[in-house]
């Protein structure tokens, strides 16, 4: 690749926490993970007067801790859960082997994000959660909905596997909905290879994704050895879903870090905006549904993705070209109902959630990372104004 989709950002810093932890004795559900557990907590309401901090629970991806939040909150046979159909298999993986139905509404034009005009009109009897995703790492209308939820009797858990980092209106994840769920995959701004997070301010919650990320039993390994050996109890049917101490220990040290690269990603988001702007005008024109060649911004966003939307039908063709000039892209998202498994099981015909549609047919990410180089950056953008007027 000439210039890849992503970095990671691991260095010395993370290597030398990674190593003192290799010679302690809890490899697993030890102390590194509860410090990170409790930094997080606190960097969530950094610059927040009176913030208590909400409880953290690490887990071993963002997909667990989903599943985890929904079981927790008791979402499971027989209800529903409205959501996006402009996510990653996760979020509607969760609804599923939780064994609820995912019910989708359609998304804002101008952003991407759930439109939540749409959600109260797919309210039933049946509905017990909403699961909203923060794409890209901007927030959804997160007042908007906990309106909803709160008219409703619905809980909300916050798919935020985008972005630790992000504010809209006053609001951050783990705010109004009852969880938010975080990601530390490989691609995303804090990394651990895998990892993920659970943020909750009600402590029968935390309680429970703490027993349920550890196969349902009472105790884990460094409360039963770290003194007197104690009996634990199998007391429901959990998951193998932990954070380990070697995750916990490079995360915790990127987290003073975030700030700085979101600044960068921000920086790099707004040249490639301008500049992709001035040498390709249509990106600028709406189409009949409302969405554009850029996406709208709304409050403080991790810039996690960068994404454009490529003229209609083009969008294949534009891959293709980029691919040639070896730039690293991804397609963030297809739209998720139309997925052969989704398909077979939930029938839903295309034209259905036609927004979302359109994006899915029209999105490109292109590479974001903070130490994307002008001179990088400056190919990515030749190469996508030479690939748009081929095509
Ligand atoms: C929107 C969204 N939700 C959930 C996930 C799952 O995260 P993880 O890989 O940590 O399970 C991802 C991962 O890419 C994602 O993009």
Request: with cysteine.
């Amino acid at each position: 690749m000439s210039v890849d989709f992503y970095r990671h950002q691991l260095g010395d810093d993370e290597a030398s926490e990674w190593r003192k932890v290799i010679g302690t004795t809890f490899l697993t559900l030890g102390p590194q993970v509860a410090a990170f557990e409790r930094t997080l907590g606190e960097y969530l309401v950094r610059g927040r007067e009176n913030g208590a901090p909400p409880a953290v629970v690490g887990t071993n991806s963002c997909s667990m801790g989903l599943l985890l939040a929904l079981r927790a909150l008791d979402v499971g046979e027989g209800d529903e859960v409205i959501t996006t159909p402009m996510t990653f298999a996760s979020t509607t993986n969760a609804i599923l082997l939780a064994g609820a139905t995912p019910i989708f509404v359609d998304v804002e034009p101008d952003t991407g994000l759930i439109d939540p005009k749409r959600v109260e009109s797919a309210v039933t009897k049946r509905t017990r959660a909403l699961m909203p995703v923060h794409l890209y790492g901007q927030l959804a209308d997160m007042r908007a909905l906990s309106d909803i939820a709160r008219r409703n009797n619905l809980c909300i858990v916050e798919d935020s596997a985008h972005g630790i980092e992000i504010e809209r209106d006053g609001v951050r994840p783990g705010e109004l909905g009852d969880a938010a769920v975080f990601s530390f995959y490989a691609t995303k701004n804090l990394t651990s290879g895998d990892g993920g997070a659970v943020a909750t301010r009600h402590k029968d919650v935390e309680e429970r994704l703490r027993r349920l990320r550890n196969h349902g039993v009472s105790k884990s390994a460094s409360d039963r050895h770290g003194g007197t050996y104690q009996h634990w109890d199998l007391v429901e049917l959990g998951y193998k879903a932990n954070l380990t101490d070697l995750d916990a220990s490079l995360l915790r040290v990127q987290l003073p870090k975030a700030e700085a690269k979101r600044k960068a990603r921000e920086s790099i988001a707004m040249r490639y905006e301008s500049e992709l702007l001035r040498r390709i005008p249509e990106l600028g024109e709406t189409s009949s549904r409302g969405v554009s060649g850029l996406v709208a911004r709304r409050g403080r966003s991790s810039h996690h993705l960068f994404t454009i939307h490529a003229k209609s039908d083009k969008r294949d063709a534009l891959l293709a070209h980029l691919g040639e000039c070896s730039i690293g892209t991804a397609v963030n998202y297809r739209a998720i109902h139309l997925l052969t498994y989704l398909q077979k099981l939930l029938h839903i015909p295309r034209g259905t959630l036609p927004i979302a549609e359109e994006i899915g047919d029209r999105t490109i990410s292109l590479p974001m990372f903070p130490t994307l180089s002008e001179s990088a950056q400056s190919e990515v953008i030749d190469a996508v104004a030479q690939g748009w007027s081929m095509s």
